[in-house]
T-cell receptor, first 115, second 114 residues
Framework: DAGVIQSPRHEVTEMGQEVTLRCKPISGHNSLFWYRQTMMRGLELLIYFNNNVPIDDSGMPEDRFSAKMPNASFSTLKIQPSEPRDSAVYFC?????????????FGDGTRLSIL | KNQVEQSPQSLIILEGKNCTLQCNYTVSPFSNLRWYKQDTGRGPVSLTIMTFSENTKSNGRYTATLDADTKQSSLHITASQLSDSASYICVVSSPGSNDYKLSFGAGTTVTVRA
């Protein structure tokens, strides 16, 4: 079975540029999560979708960040304009119906470097 | 202050030896506690999920314990292998409108040496 697929695996760009991260969740999973991981702050939840609808985006750092889930098999996280402090590993995770007692399945992340 | 504290921050063990990682939390109310393993350059992988009523759960050579009264959990690795070298993250779930609120520990980095 294919796991959560993220692209690109690595992204290096200059500050001010738009960055788009992509995620394909596991087929049949109805919850999707975007996380950011840094050495200083560890894993942080940015936004959570349930059945393609954003439920909680309180973790999105600021208006430069936006996320969409146009259908059950695709989601994007966009940063515009990007800043050096956005450099981190961004993970997408999905989980099946059943709520909080279900494991979240993580992709291998996108390592983002903003110069 | 982080609501999930893990110790030690890192440890080194010899292949074949056992080790125990600790997780103390203050998150309340409590829904479940998870342990994840994260290999370098990879996403976290779920090892165990324990609810309030469970006090131990195993996944191969990994055994997690939970004391919900003292709000402590441990992850025991038996007969360590080189492939156990990873970061182990303790995650506590709080019941929310959709049961997804997670509080993450900073992780314990385990290095297994031959």
């Amino acid at each position: 079975d294919a796991g959560v697929i993220q692209s690109p695996r690595h992204e290096v760009t200059e500050m001010g540029q738009e960055v788009t991260l992509r995620c394909k969740p596991i087929s049949g999973h109805n919850s999707l999560f975007w996380y950011r991981q840094t050495m200083m702050r560890g894993l942080e939840l940015l936004i959570y979708f349930n059945n393609n609808v954003p439920i909680d985006d309180s973790g999105m750092p600021e208006d430069r960040f936006s996320a969409k889930m146009p259908n059950a098999s695709f989601s994007t996280l966009k940063i515009q304009p990007s800043e050096p402090r956005d450099s981190a590993v961004y993970f997408c995770a999905s989980s099946p119906q059943g709520g909080g007692n279900q494991p979240q399945h993580f992709g291998d992340g996108t390592r983002l470097s903003i110069l | 202050k982080n609501q999930v504290e893990q110790s030690p921050q890192s440890l080194i063990i010899l292949e074949g030896k056992n080790c125990t990682l600790q997780c103390n939390y203050t998150v309340s109310p409590f829904s479940n506690l998870r342990w994840y393993k994260q290999d370098t350059g990879r996403g976290p992988v779920s090892l165990t999920i324990m609810t309030f009523s469970e006090n131990t759960k195993s996944n191969g050579r990994y055994t997690a314990t939970l004391d919900a009264d003292t709000k402590q959990s441990s992850l025991h690795i038996t007969a360590s292998q080189l492939s156990d070298s990873a970061s182990y993250i303790c995650v506590v779930s709080s019941p929310g409108s959709n049961d997804y609120k997670l509080s993450f520990g900073a992780g314990t980095t385990v290095t297994v040496r031959a």
